[in-house]
């Protein structure tokens, strides 16, 4: 099956916006470069051994840091760990190859509907890492900017591969804003947070809530020697922070705009 799928995504992937227009696939149709490139990157988190080995190689050093921070001597407060979910360890591919093909971006109500099915497979080496954590008596916060409309789907989800810690007191949902900064304070103020996870800089430290290009740089630099020891990166090519930011953090460009900005910020030769 999982050929038979990869053949057939790689002929959507060709034919797509000639279906629509009638014309080539090269022929550049308004909205072509984001839907071919939502298709690309789903194909490489989906397909790619490399993108396996990224995300293993992620929590690798994150086990590394575990067994660090439960050696050293105790702070007063128990340890903890605070993850992002969606492509930090939940894949959500599925829903943008979905809409890619409908000739659709991201949509609110077809994301809900994507969530509410509890189906999203979980990244190469996800559940192993936590479950050790969970043995070293470390607790798990689940901070995601998924708000309340996804939460049952969400517990059905992690439940469903039996994540540690999976109840609504660990699952930190979005409320109102989309920062995480007051929400990783409300864990620290009780826990040691030991280590942090997430495939977004603004996962991290409200240093990256909706920055620039050249912020988003400037402060990697700033911080690091987090990366890699409480901060452990997840890669993903789909969207994000990097992205909005691109869009200079706007969201009512339209998907001509988008292909316009898009070719404006490559360098080619």
Known sequence: MKYV???TLSLLLACT????????????????LVFDGKLWSSLFQQRAAEYQALCI???NIARLRVDEAVQQSPSGKPLAIITDIDETFLDNSPNSVHQALLGKDFDQQAWYEWTAKGSADTLPGALGFFNYA?????????????????????????????????DNEHLIVRQTESSKEERRQKVM??????????DNLADFSSLFDKKTESERAYFVNQVAN?????FIVLPNANYGGWEDAIYENKRTWTLAQKDSIIKAKVKGY
Not at 17 to 32: E, R
Request: hydrophobic share 35%; aromatic share 14%; no cysteine.
């Open 226 to 230: 987090e990366f890699g020891k409480r």
């Open 189 to 198: 103020a009780n826990y040691q947070v030991v280590l942090m996870l997430g």
């Open 17 to 32: 916006s000639a279906k629509k227009s009638g014309q080539s696939a090269t022929s550049g149709q308004p909205g072509q």
């Open 134 to 166: 969970a043995s070293k008596h470390i607790t798990v916060f689940y901070i995601t900017n998924r708000d309340e409309k996804d939460r049952a789907g969400t517990l059905s989800n992690l439940q469903k591969y039996q994540f540690p810690f999976s």
């Open 5 to 7: 799928a990869f053949f």
């Open 57 to 59: 190689q992620a929590f």
